[in-house]
């Protein structure tokens, strides 16, 4: 699907709504894909973008975008 057919297909709800999903499709869109290689200003550039953001845990679809583990979790998770 084209992505001005899944805006069609969203419910119409509101000139808000319809900006914040457009966020969230050019958001995946624009993403950086596993393994490509991103030189040290480029990874700087990316970690200063997410903690810019108000909710810098999740992605724009409320994915988990990181966790912080204490060291019991870790040990436990790698059976130390």
Do not use: M, W
């Not at 958001?27 to 040290?40: D, T």
């Not at 060291?71 to 998770?77: L, N, S, V």
């Amino acid at each position: 699907e084209s992505l001005l057919d899944d805006l069609y297909h969203q419910p119409k709800s509101g000139i808000d709504n319809v900006k914040q999903y457009l966020a969230k499709i050019v958001s995946k869109f624009g993403a950086v894909r596993s393994g490509v290689a991103l030189h040290a200003a480029a990874q700087t550039g990316l970690i200063d973008d997410l903690f810019g953001c108000s909710t810098p845990d999740r992605c724009p679809d409320g994915t988990p975008i990181f966790a912080i583990l204490s060291d019991e979790q870790i040990d436990k998770k790698f059976n130390l």
